[in-house]
């Protein structure tokens, strides 16, 4: 199955013409109902009225991909609109783009709904795409796009299908202040450490901040034994804690996946490993984040 597959052009609204992500989703739901294509109509509306605006994926400039998980319809269905002028985004006025993707699936078919999410914003990506679709005039202009016909599914679910692409990271001369600040602002358990290219180089979580942040030092081991003060921070004439680098704190060791390991890879590792949460590689770049909490909740929530 490729994306060229899951799009009819009695499906795609060329031009879309509406001010907000929420409106445009809806005259695409619309058209969706129109060539009958939803079981329950009223079901539909209410999922996107109840459940906006949590289910939206925005890539870069260029598209939004409000998608939901529904038994309002029998099977995958997708809806394409180019728009004339930039469409806002509610949550964010800031951000707009033309063109809107609206894709939703009954809950039996949530592995390929989330490979097809994932492979429209990978699409979406590259400029050349988006070009050739904003200068679409008609529905076969989209619906006939060689890009869509290049991009086949895979059989089965990727760590890139669900993961978090744009992830919060730290350098390794920060320090443990600046971390600990990030970390309850954005409550994240973890960051990722990279260097000035872009690799990782380690991980710092809320387990090494416990360790280093505690009060006056005076903190137990297994053993019952007081931690002193490390060298270094004798050497810098401070036991402040949060003036400690990263680099000094971070867990160097650290077990990564890359984009195309199949989820029933990760859920071994976690399961063996007794780890809930991986950076993403490509090559040694961090590309990506994923946790136990994402498999859960895309895998399994409605």
């Known amino acids: 199955m490729n994306l060229r597959d899951v799009l009819r052009p009695e499906h795609i609204v060329v031009p879309l013409r509406a001010g907000t992500v929420k409106q445009a989703t809806e005259l695409l739901a619309a058209r969706l109902v ?3 294509a939803v079981a329950e109509p009223n079901r539909l509306y209410a999922v996107i009225r109840n459940a906006w605006p949590e289910d939206l994926v ?15 319809v029998r099977g995958l269905r997708t809806a394409v609109g ?43 990506s590259d400029p050349k795409t988006v070009t050739t679709l904003l200068a679409a005039r008609t529905p076969e202009d989209v619906a006939g796009l060689a890009a869509l016909a290049a991009v086949e599914l895979p059989s089965q679910l990727l760590v890139r299908d669900i993961m978090t692409p744009h992830i919060r990271t730290v ?26 290219a872009g690799s990782l180089v380690g991980m710092i979580t809320h387990r090494e901040l416990l360790k280093y942040l505690l009060p006056s030092y005076v903190q137990r081991t297994k053993s019952g034994e007081f931690v002193a003060p490390t060298k270094s921070q004798l050497q ?26 199949t989820l029933g890879d990760v859920a071994n590792l976690m399961s063996a490993r007794d780890v809930d949460r991986f950076p993403v590689v490509r090559e040694g770049r961090l590309v990506g984040f994923l946790t136990r909490a994402d498999l859960i909740r895309r895998l399994i929530a409605t």
């Open 58 to 72: 925005s890539v870069g400039e260029h598209a939004f991909l409000p998608h939901f998980r529904t038994e309002a």
């Open 82 to 124: 180019i728009a004339p002028a930039p469409i806002r985004w509610e949550k964010d006025p800031n951000r707009a783009a033309r063109i809107v993707i609206f894709i939703v699936a009954p809950q039996r078919e949530a592995a390929t709904y989330l490979q097809l999410v994932g492979a429209f914003a990978r699409t979406l």
């Open 171 to 196: 350098r390794p001369e920060q320090t443990l202040g600046e971390v600990a600040h990030l970390m309850v602002e954005h409550d994240v358990r973890a960051l990722p450490v990279v260097d000035d």
């Open 236 to 261: 810098r004439g401070s036991t402040d804690p949060r003036t400690i680098p990263v680099r000094e704190a971070m867990a160097r060791s650290v077990l990564c996946v890359a984009e195309d390991q």
């Open 34 to 36: 129109e060539t009958g």
